[in-house]
C-alpha cells in the first residue's frame, strides 16, 4: 500500500526564519516518485518538485531545498529565510497519493 | 490558457440531485485524476484514470460516485444523489502518458450541496 504522512497540520513561524516540512512515505515499489506541491490561500495548486527513488542527491532552488533519505523513507523539504508569501498548504505525494499536507503561516 | 480546466468553477446542488464535473485535461496529456478537498482538510485521491480506462479507483465511495474520460471530450466526474457531506472542491489533475511526471492541476470545482 502507498501512504503518505505529513505529521504536522500546521506550523507558524515568524518571517526570516528557517522551516522544515517533514514528510514519511511507505510503499513497497522500488521504483517511485516523490512529489512536492504548494497549495497557496487562492487555492491552486501549484508543483514543486518531483524525485525518482533512485536519485538521492538533495536538491536546492533558491530558498527551497528538499532532502531525500531512503533509509528513512523521508522526503523532507525547508523554506530558508522564510517570507509571508511563503504561507500555503503544502502538500507531499508519493505517485499521486497525496499527504494530508501541513499548512504554513508566515507571519511579518 | 493551454492548462487543465475545469468547469463549473462553483456548482450548487439541492439533495438528491445529480452533480456532473468535468475536467479537460492539457493538450497531450492521457492521464487524469480526481481528488476531494474537505475544507481544511488535505487532498484525497478518488480515481485515476487514462482514456476509456479506470486505472485506480481505490478512492472513489462505492456507492453514488463514478467517473469517466472517454475517447473523446472531457472527464467527466459524477455524483449521484448528492448528500450535504459531498460538499467540498474536486480538483482533477492530468499528466502525461509517462508514469510518475508531475501533475498539473485544475483550478477545482467547489460543489455546495444545499
Known amino acids: 500500500a502507498q501512504k503518505v504522512t505529513q505529521a504536522q497540520t500546521e506550523i507558524s513561524v515568524v518571517e526570516k526564519e528557517d522551516v522544515t516540512l517533514d514528510c514519511v512515505y511507505e510503499?513497497?515499489?522500488?521504483?517511485?516518485?516523490l512529489f512536492w506541491y504548494k497549495q497557496p490561500p487562492s487555492g491552486e495548486l501549484v508543483f514543486l518538485i518531483r524525485?525518482?527513488?533512485?536519485?538521492?542527491q538533495n536538491e536546492i532552488s533558491g530558498r527551497y531545498s528538499w532532502n531525500f533519505q531512503k533509509s528513512t523513507s523521508s522526503f523532507n523539504f525547508t523554506i530558508t529565510a522564510s517570507q509571508v508569501v511563503d504561507s500555503a498548504v503544502y502538500f507531499c505525494?508519493?505517485?499521486?497519493?497525496f499527504g494530508s499536507g501541513t499548512k504554513l503561516n508566515v507571519k511579518p | 490558457n493551454a492548462g487543465v480546466m475545469q468547469n463549473p468553477r462553483h456548482l450548487v446542488r439541492r439533495r438528491g440531485q445529480e452533480a456532473r464535473l468535468r475536467c479537460s485535461p492539457m493538450?497531450?496529456?492521457?492521464?487524469v485524476y480526481w481528488y476531494r478537498q474537505l475544507p481544511e482538510e488535505g487532498l484525497k485521491f478518488m480515481v485515476y484514470?487514462?482514456?476509456?480506462?479506470?486505472?485506480?479507483e481505490s478512492g472513489m465511495p462505492k456507492e453514488r460516485f463514478s467517473a469517466e474520460f472517454p475517447k473523446e471530450g472531457p472527464s467527466i466526474l459524477r455524483i449521484q444523489q448528492v448528500v450535504r457531506g459531498d460538499s467540498a472542491a474536486y480538483f482533477c489533475?492530468?499528466?502525461?502518458?509517462?508514469?510518475?511526471?508531475?501533475?498539473?492541476f485544475g483550478q477545482g470545482t467547489r460543489l455546495t450541496v444545499v
Open positions: 489533475a492530468s499528466s502525461l502518458p509517462t508514469e510518475n511526471t508531475e501533475a498539473f
Open positions: 510503499t513497497r515499489d522500488t521504483t517511485y516518485y
Open positions: 524525485r525518482n527513488s533512485f536519485d538521492e
Open positions: 505525494a508519493l505517485s499521486f497519493y
Open positions: 493538450k497531450g496529456h492521457s492521464h
Open positions: 484514470l487514462q482514456k476509456e480506462n479506470i486505472i485506480d
